[in-house]
């Protein structure tokens, strides 16, 4: 097995650095060929996507496991930086795969390759080019996670967003039209603010290339720190509508529960887009070696992130619908790492990449897992029929059981009866996304949470602003527990069993494989935490990213090959 992990090494160093391009230009080329076929090879097309997304996922894997290949004692690892035009930074552009950026490329393709399977059992069929969409915005996610520079990361976002504007309309209806012009309107909004911001950094420092951002910063004349911190407050305020943060996170419920439950498992990576870039830019050009400028406007990033998560507990316990439950979720998760993020310390920021990791996989398997319980149990809709006429079925007007409570419409005992195998599938993945959305034990989300905690608690004195996030994030996992719970008793214990659920294996699967993610992301707790800790470790101080971007050299242009002939041997020519 080392002889196989050691050729496999060996394969990704000579692979590198091209292989950092890859992410990016499996799903840009699949879309391409997906556009040449037409609509009428839709078998095609589901194949080539869930192709497309196995290899985005092995490719992403790899560049995982080669950042973290030369380095096993916590340090800087290694950084791959690929120069698509062969220019240097930062006049060229620049892809950087890092710690952080490929833990975000192989999330994004273990969900992407999920909902794709997902999506092949009927809900591509729902509208046109559904697939070619989906490849686009993997496209922008992976493009915006592993660029180094502002330009580029504005490009790959709007190439995200435009391929998003289409799935979220897939399907048609009402609903999803009304929830659409909403989020167009918003990302638009956003999109300008994103520019003005990068043109304003750009006339100030003269570059946009993130290490180098952070180089001019530190040597900024005082006059112009005034200048640069507008910058970042526009560009932030651009993230913070693209990641759900108070009080610009309006859009995010009625989109996210409107759109078709693949989409939604996508779009839960939309947020921790935002988070990453807020994440990014700040630990780079906001380093505590910027001088005058470090840890700027950190108190408003802890208190936008604890506003964030207070309003999705208050609505998360104050919703009925199962699909306004996971965009509450996405809230909450939003919050959470914003705030974590502000609090500046890198063992909060361990547990906190933890947590994301968990966190989105967990969301993105409950806007799956909707989608067949709402089949089942209310034909699309996500509301109890007892709850319109104000009375549960289980109980007397005096509260009390009924003395028949136990029995069918056969007057057959119904405890001792073997749970049909549809419903046992449902109720345990329900149970795994509560015990992960809440946070409790034994599984992954009580994991992130205990060592963000034990972080936050294992600090020098705990501030007012930590003091109100511990609270919170306390207060948010009850009331998810509390929400959770309560519809889970409503869909699964309060009606009668008409029908039992039909589930196709093509819908089974990815969601068991995104529950199984968290599962093992539980089992093997240890080496992701150490990846998380050295993450967290390289972000407080980007001095090694800084260098290898800004040190990646140029691949030398090839030498013409010269012949030299005699001229002896050259007919015609004199002695």
Not at 387 to 415: C, K, M, T
Not at 511 to 524: D, E, H, M, R, S
Request: charged share 10%; with cysteine.
């Amino acid at each position: 097995m080392k002889e196989v992990f050691h050729l496999l090494d060996r394969l990704l160093e000579f692979s590198m650095p091209h292989l950092v391009a890859v992410p990016i230009l499996v799903p840009m080329l699949t879309a391409a060929l997906m556009l040449l076929l037409g609509e009428n090879r839709r078998r095609t097309k589901s194949a080539l996507s869930v192709v497309s997304g196995l290899i985005g996922l092995l490719a992403a894997l790899a560049l995982l496991r080669w950042v973290n290949a030369a380095d096993t004692g916590g340090g800087p690892g290694s950084i791959g930086v690929y120069l698509p035009g062969n220019w240097r930074a930062p006049f060229g552009i620049v892809l950087v795969a890092d710690r952080l950026s490929t833990m975000m490329v192989a999330l994004t393709g273990v969900i992407a390759f999920a909902a794709s399977i997902y999506s092949t059992s009927r809900w591509d069929r729902a509208g046109v080019h559904f697939h070619p969409l989906l490849q686009l915005q993997l496209m922008g996610l992976n493009g915006a996670f592993l660029t180094g520079d502002l330009f580029n990361l504005f490009v790959f976002f709007e190439v995200m967003l435009a391929a998003s504007y289409g799935l979220l309309l897939h399907g048609s209806g009402r609903l999803r039209v009304q929830a659409g012009l909403h989020y167009i309107a918003i990302n638009l909004a956003a999109s300008s603010l994103f520019l003005i911001g990068a043109a304003i950094l750009y006339g100030v420092t003269g570059t946009l290339n993130m290490a180098d951002l952070g180089v001019r910063i530190a040597e900024l004349a005082p006059g112009d720190r005034g200048l640069v911190h507008a910058a970042a407050a526009i560009l932030a305020t651009a993230f913070f509508a693209k990641a759900g943060a108070w009080p610009l996170n309006f859009w995010l419920v009625p989109a996210y529960s409107a759109a078709v439950s693949p989409v939604g498992a996508v779009f839960a990576l939309l947020t921790k887009l935002g988070i990453y870039t807020v994440l990014r830019l700040w630990t780079v050009l906001f380093a505590p070696d910027t001088g005058a400028s470090a840890a700027f406007g950190q108190a408003a990033l802890v208190g936008i992130g604890l506003a964030t998560l207070f309003v999705g507990a208050i609505g998360i316990v104050g919703t009925q619908r199962l699909s306004n439950l996971a965009g509450f979720s996405v809230l909450v998760s939003a919050g959470t790492l914003l705030a974590a993020v502000g609090l500046g310390q890198p063992a909060v920021w361990a547990g906190a990449l933890y947590y994301l990791l968990s966190s989105t996989l967990a969301v993105s398997a409950f806007f799956l897992l909707i989608d067949m319980i709402e089949r089942w149990r209310n034909a699309g809709m996500s509301v109890a029929p007892h709850e319109a006429a104000g009375n549960a079925p289980f109980l007397s007007e005096d509260l009390s059981a009924p003395a028949d409570v136990n029995l069918d419409d056969d007057a057959q005992a119904l405890y001792g009866r073997a749970i049909p195998a549809g419903v046992a599938f449902l109720g345990l993945s329900f149970m795994g996304c509560t015990l992960l959305l809440a946070g409790l034990p034994p599984l992954s989300g009580f994991v992130g949470k205990f060592a963000m905690l034990s972080g936050l608690l294992g600090a020098q004195g705990l501030t007012a602003a930590g003091w109100t996030f511990l609270t919170l994030l306390i207060v948010s996992g009850f009331l998810s527990l509390i929400a959770l719970s309560r519809t889970g008793i409503r869909h699964f214990w309060t009606q009668p069993h008409a029908t039992m659920p039909s589930l196709p294996a093509l819908e089974v699967l990815p969601v068991a494989a995104l529950l199984a993610a968290c599962v093992a992301l539980t089992v093997w707790a240890e080496p992701v935490m150490r990846h998380a800790q050295a993450t967290a470790e390289g972000l407080f101080t980007p001095t090694a990213y800084r260098n290898a971007v800004l040190g990646a050299r140029q691949v030398p242009n090839p030498v013409p090959a010269t012949v030299n002939v005699p001229a002896k041997a050259v007919e015609g020519t004199a002695p």
